[in-house]
């Protein structure tokens, strides 16, 4: 890497041997004597609350971030430094080059690294690498005080969470069928006519002055029949069809409850370290 490409890492993605991402770059120290990258720092753990220390010597700078020959546990698992003052003492530094299986040596040579070896030298004793963030040797920065993403890009210092919510209406689909249908039956009706008939009846009138030309008309003695012919009235049945009424069908509405029970999704955050929580309860 030239001297001049350090400010290029900043807010870079790194990632392990095994590709791997393990977090953003957060820093760049630079060594005293080259004025050439000798550690980057990573922000590691949840929410990227944690910042472990990369040696720079093997850096493979890609399109799509930045690579190192480290596991990513390695770099999580890098001893503790104190970078306060934006400056490693030569004990720090033999820590860090010893935890990544590193030769470190005090002397220094023109590249930066430690002659013979493949670590990057930081100089004579007492004159550690100094922290650069925005490209300019010598100044420490860095992108935020708050932290910054270790998931993707950063984008500010908050989270959003957010939760699924039933959105319940209702929807109109065919329940049944009702069918208005017509049919026959027969059934018997009784019903009581009066009726009229003709029966004979035998008279007896005696003779008198009145009709005795009449009773005297015929034969005095003779045989003779005389004949009534009798009448009677009887029941005939006749079929008429009326209307009697008017059927229909129709349809009403009725209004019902229904309970209706579907799985949803909700975020959750937490926080991870020395954190005092102040959220209100959502």
Do not use: C
Request: cysteine-free.
């Amino acid at each position: 890497m030239d001297t001049n490409d350090h400010g290029q890492l900043i807010g870079q993605t790194l990632y392990s041997s095994d590709n791997e991402k393990i977090g953003k770059i957060g820093q760049v120290f630079l060594d005293d004597d080259t004025d050439r990258p000798e550690f980057l720092t990573v922000n590691t753990g949840l929410f990227g609350m944690n910042e472990s220390f990369v040696p720079a010597a093997d850096v493979n700078v890609t399109g799509d971030g930045v690579r190192v020959p480290f596991t990513k546990d390695q770099v999580k698992d890098a001893p503790n430094v104190d970078v306060d003052s934006g400056h490693l003492d030569q004990s720090e530094e033999r820590r860090l080059y010893d935890h990544y299986g590193m030769t470190y040596s005090e002397r220094s040579s023109d590249s930066g690294l430690p002659e013979g070896g493949t670590g990057r030298s930081t100089g004579t004793a007492g004159t550690a690498g100094t922290a650069d963030t925005t490209g300019t040797t010598g100044t420490f920065t860095s992108e935020s005080s708050a932290g910054h993403d270790t998931s993707g890009p950063n984008t500010d210092d908050a989270m959003t969470r957010s939760e699924e919510r039933l959105d319940v209406g209702t929807t109109s689909q065919e329940a049944g069928r009702a069918r208005l249908r017509k049919y026959v039956t027969t059934e018997e009706e009784t019903v009581t006519v009066p009726v009229k008939k003709e029966r004979a009846v035998l008279e007896t009138e005696p003779i008198t002055d009145a009709n005795r030309d009449e009773a005297t008309s015929g034969p005095a003695i003779s045989e003779e029949e005389h004949e009534v012919v009798l009448q009677e009235e009887r029941a005939v049945v006749g079929k008429t069809t009326e209307a009697v009424e008017r059927v229909k069908l129709g349809t009403e509405t009725v209004t019902d409850e229904e309970t209706v029970t579907e799985e949803v999704r909700k975020e959750h955050i937490e926080a991870e370290g020395d954190v005092d929580d102040r959220r209100g309860t959502v």
